[in-house]
C-alpha cells in the first residue's frame, strides 16, 4: 500500500516563528488532507489540498502532486498552535481508493 | 449543519467483553468509515459503510464488525476484547469517495 511519512517528527519553536512540515507520499493520490489534533483526540480539518496551493489565516499548503509531496506552513506561530499535525492521503491505487492512509504526525511544541 | 457525533466519549471495559461504538455522520454525508488510534501513532483504517453496505476494509480481525443504518449512522463492535484494542476510536464521515473526510471527537476505550 501507498506509504506516507511525515517529517519532521517533533519540532519546538518559540511563539512568533515560522515552521514548515512536510508529507511525501508513495504513489500518486486523489486525496491529500492535512489535520490538527487537539489534546481531546479531535482531528480538526487544516486543508483539503490534493494539488496546488491553498492559506488560510497564517496557515498555508502546497501539494505538488507530480513530485508527490505536500508542506504545511504555519507563520507567526502561536502557543495555541501546539499539538500533532497529521498528513493523510487516498489513492486509487491497489484497490486502496477508500480510505486514507496517515502519515505518524509531526508533534509541535510552542513555547511562550 | 451538524458535524460527525460520536459515543461515548470514553469507556472502560474488561478484557474479553464486547463493546458498541456510536456514530453520527454529517448531515448530507452518506459514507462512514472508522479509525483505530493508538498512543503515539496515526489512526489506522478499520473499515468503511457506504449505503448501509461494507465498501472496503483494513486489516482488522473479523471480531471488528460494524453497521450503518438508514440515516448513515454507524456502529462498530468489537467482540473479545483484548488489552491492545485499547485505543481512541475515530469516526469519519464524507460525501462521497474522493471528497473531503470530517472526523468526530472520538471515544477513548481502555480495555482493562
Known amino acids: 500500500g501507498i506509504q506516507v511519512e511525515q517529517s519532521p517528527p517533533d519540532l519546538i519553536l518559540q511563539e512568533g516563528a515560522n515552521s514548515t512540515l512536510r508529507c511525501n507520499f508513495s504513489?500518486?493520490?486523489?486525496?491529500l488532507q492535512w489535520f490538527h489534533q487537539n489534546p481531546w483526540g479531535q482531528l480538526i480539518n487544516l486543508f483539503y489540498i490534493p494539488s496546488g496551493t491553498k492559506q488560510n489565516g497564517r496557515l498555508s499548503a502546497t501539494t505538488v502532486a507530480t513530485e508527490r509531496y505536500s508542506l504545511l506552513y504555519i507563520s507567526s506561530s502561536q502557543t495555541t498552535d501546539s499539538g500533532v499535525y497529521f498528513c493523510a492521503v487516498e489513492t486509487n491505487s491497489g484497490g486502496s481508493n477508500y480510505k486514507l492512509t496517515f502519515g505518524k504526525g509531526t508533534l509541535l511544541t510552542v513555547n511562550p | 449543519e451538524t458535524g460527525v457525533t460520536q459515543s461515548p466519549t470514553h469507556l472502560i471495559k474488561t478484557r474479553g467483553q464486547q463493546v458498541t461504538l456510536r456514530c453520527s455522520s454529517q448531515?448530507?454525508?452518506?459514507?462512514v468509515s472508522w479509525y483505530q488510534q493508538a498512543l503515539g501513532q496515526g489512526p489506522q483504517f478499520i473499515f468503511q459503510?457506504?449505503?448501509?453496505?461494507?465498501?472496503g476494509r483494513g486489516n482488522f480481525p473479523p471480531r471488528f464488525s460494524g453497521l450503518q443504518f438508514p440515516n448513515y449512522s454507524s456502529e462498530l463492535n468489537v467482540n473479545a476484547l483484548e488489552l491492545d484494542d485499547s485505543a481512541l476510536y475515530l469516526c469519519?464521515?464524507?460525501?462521497?469517495?474522493?471528497?473531503?473526510?470530517?472526523f468526530g471527537q472520538g471515544t477513548r476505550l481502555t480495555v482493562v
Open positions: 504513489d500518486s493520490v486523489n486525496n
Open positions: 448531515s448530507g454525508h452518506n459514507t
Open positions: 469519519a464521515s464524507r460525501g462521497s469517495r474522493n471528497t473531503e473526510a470530517f
Open positions: 459503510y457506504y449505503r448501509e453496505e461494507e465498501n
